[in-house]
T-cell receptor
Framework: SAVISQKPSRDICQRGTSLTIQCQVD?????MFWYRQQPGQSLTLIAT?????????ESGFVIDKFPISRPNLTFSTLTVSNMSPEDSSIYLC????????????FGPGTRLLVL | GQSLEQPSEVTAVEGAIVQINCTYQ??????LSWYQQHDGGAPTFLSY????GLEETGRFSSFLSRSDSYGYLLLQELQMKDSASYFC????????????FGQGTTLQVKP
């Protein structure tokens, strides 16, 4: 299994500002993902964080709004830029299990409230 | 595109058995997973089915029928701590590892 930590665990931000969320894994992993979960909703994939190259974004998400870094195999950041109240959500990073593609492990999430 | 359907809410009593269904539409199929999420917590992996049939893990079992594009999660001997949201998920196209989640089923276990 993988142990994942995220910082910050929660934050309250003003509209128009940006917040960078950090995700740290206790082992090297190939694939790392960022998801968004709006209150009472399901998880929506934002992007796949690729080590050494640009992230791969899902439809409806763009790099200018959600820039992602992946400097090594244990760490990634997601920035929520120029925030609006609609960005209020839980942001989760996840990684694939080392043995295969069957299991994803999720971090505890970052609860963001934009005023 | 890909979509999954599951009931939004299920209620059952302690000690009972409950089944949460999931139907899916995908372009290419690489397996059906189930995740549990308690309120305020992170999703945790429960089970994965790549082939037809039943997979059993303790009180939880998961079933898949690829011909019917259908699966279910079976929870036996329900306990109060099983009250949570349950999500079915399929891998994204191209078997890249990313997951597409259903809308989730909120299970409420009553005494």
């Amino acid at each position: 299994s993988a142990v994942i930590s995220q910082k910050p665990s929660r934050d309250i931000c003003q509209r128009g500002t940006s917040l960078t969320i950090q995700c740290q894994v206790d082992s090297q992993v190939t694939m790392m993902f960022w998801y968004r979960q709006q209150p009472g909703q399901s998880l929506t994939l934002i992007a796949t964080a690729n080590q050494g190259s640009e992230a791969t974004y899902e439809s409806g998400f763009v790099i200018d709004k959600f820039p992602i870094s992946r400097p090594n195999l244990t760490f990634s950041t997601l920035t929520v830029s120029n925030m609006s109240p609609e960005d209020s959500s839980i942001y989760l990073c996840s990684v694939l299990s080392a043995g295969g593609m069957e299991t994803q492990y999720f971090g505890p999430g970052t609860r963001l409230l934009v005023l | 595109g890909q979509s999954l359907e599951q009931p939004s809410e299920v209620t059952a009593v302690e000690g009972a058995i409950v089944q949460i269904n999931c139907t899916y539409q995908t372009s290419g199929f690489y397996g059906l997973s189930w995740y549990q999420q308690h309120d305020g917590g992170a999703p945790t992996f429960l089970s994965y089915n790549a082939l037809d049939g039943l997979e059993e893990t303790g009180r939880f079992s998961s079933f898949l029928s690829r011909s019917d594009s259908y699966g279910y999660l079976l929870l036996q001997e329900l306990q109060m701590k099983d009250s949570a949201s349950y999500f079915c998920a399929v891998k994204g196209s191209g078997n890249t590892g990313k997951l597409i989640f259903g809308q989730g089923t909120t299970l409420q276990v009553k005494p």
